[in-house]
């Protein structure tokens, strides 16, 4: 089969199409025909070896898996002997390892029925992006119906669902973006956008229930000047900074400080849950999330993909092609 490989550590450049063997499943695996791929920052990080803590779990030197991509949409064709959920020929979505690959394992636990009314580039677009968002709104953020919520990056790929969720949860959604992207953001049921380019959220005097911070290039001070006195701050990835710990040390001071303020401060770190999918599915089909794709790549280009989300050139997901 063509997939995706790498074997150092590196930009985009590493990344190559090559064949290899199909991988076979564990008895508690299922075999995914991949029919499309999402593009999400944390293939970045397997992909440069940054920040090194990435390397003492994926590999020190080189990665050991070498085929790149985690989100997937396709078809089963084989499942192992303890899979019960999936049998061949049903579509489904979820986390595989390997998915930038025309077949791809995934545990069966972290896959769920692909929702009907979407394509399998609308599926794969949905995947950690979503689960990264509606955890952090829901969970980490604890958001209540009436609130004020602020989204950081809303025209990425887990901003873009932050609003949509964000406006599910019934509450009043501002997003912040750069220029080009303000339209988008509009689309998709903001009730206000701020260009950082021209207006800086934290200098104003509007304050916000919940600040879920994706640009993650903000300090933590500024930040909670936006917040009420019993607001929240979620801060979920986009991290700027250190190769050790990839600027976690922001994260991780928020966490120590927020004990002794009246804000809650928070650091979410997204769990691969399959019930989560299974709630994904129902908002898709029934409308509540509606995925904003803002490119999509065969197998051969995933290097320019990479590039590109690299640069913040996306306006919301990008997706692999793999079934053209």
């Known amino acids: 089969m063509k997939a995706i490989v790498q074997d150092r550590y590196g ?72 899979v019960t959920r999936f049998r061949p020929g049903d579509e489904v979505f979820g986390i595989g390892e390997g998915t930038f690959a025309e077949y791809a394992c995934a545990r069966e636990r972290k896959l769920a029925r692909k929702p009907a009314n979407l394509t399998f580039e609308q599926a794969a677009a949905v995947v950690i992006s979503a689960i990264t968002a509606l955890q952090a709104i829901r969970d980490a953020g ?3 119906p009436g609130q004020k919520v602020l989204v950081t990056g809303a025209g990425g790929g887990v901003g873009t669902f932050a609003v949509q969720l964000a406006k599910a949860f019934g509450t009043e959604v501002t997003g912040v973006c750069s220029t080009a992207k303000t339209d988008l953001v509009r689309s998709i049921g ?29 300090p933590l001070a500024r930040l909670r000047r936006a917040l009420t006195p ?10 700027d900074g250190g190769k ?12 120590m400080l927020s004990p002794f303020v009246g804000q809650r401060l928070r650091m979410m770190l997204a769990r691969e849950r399959g019930e989560d999918l ?23 280009e995933v290097p320019e993909a990479m590039r590109q989300l690299i640069a913040g050139h996306a306006r919301g997901k990008l997706v692999i092609a793999v079934r053209e």
Do not use: C
């Open 244 to 255: 050790w710990l990839g600027g976690m040390e922001r994260s991780l001071g928020a966490v």
């Open 278 to 300: 299974d709630l994904l599915r129902e908002f898709a089909e029934a409308g509540t999330i509606t995925p904003a794709i803002g490119g999509t790549y065969p197998l051969s």
């Open 230 to 239: 019993r607001g929240t701050l979620v801060l979920a990835g986009g991290e």
């Open 190 to 218: 903001a009730d206000h956008v701020i260009d950082y380019t021209r207006e800086d959220f934290t200098q104003g005097g509007r304050r916000y229930d919940l600040i879920l911070d994706l640009a993650g290039n903000r």
């Open 142 to 144: 604890e958001v209540k």
């Open 11 to 82: 930009s985009p450049d590493v990344l190559k199409l090559e064949d290899i063997d199909r991988p076979t499943p564990g008895d508690d695996d299922v075999l995914v025909e991949v029919y499309a791929a999402g593009v999400e920052q944390g293939v970045v990080h397997l992909m440069t070896g940054l920040a090194y803590a990435v390397r003492l779990v994926f590999g020190l030197r080189a990665p050991r898996d070498r085929v790149r991509g985690r989100e997937l949409a396709g078809r089963v064709e084989a499942v192992g002997k303890n």
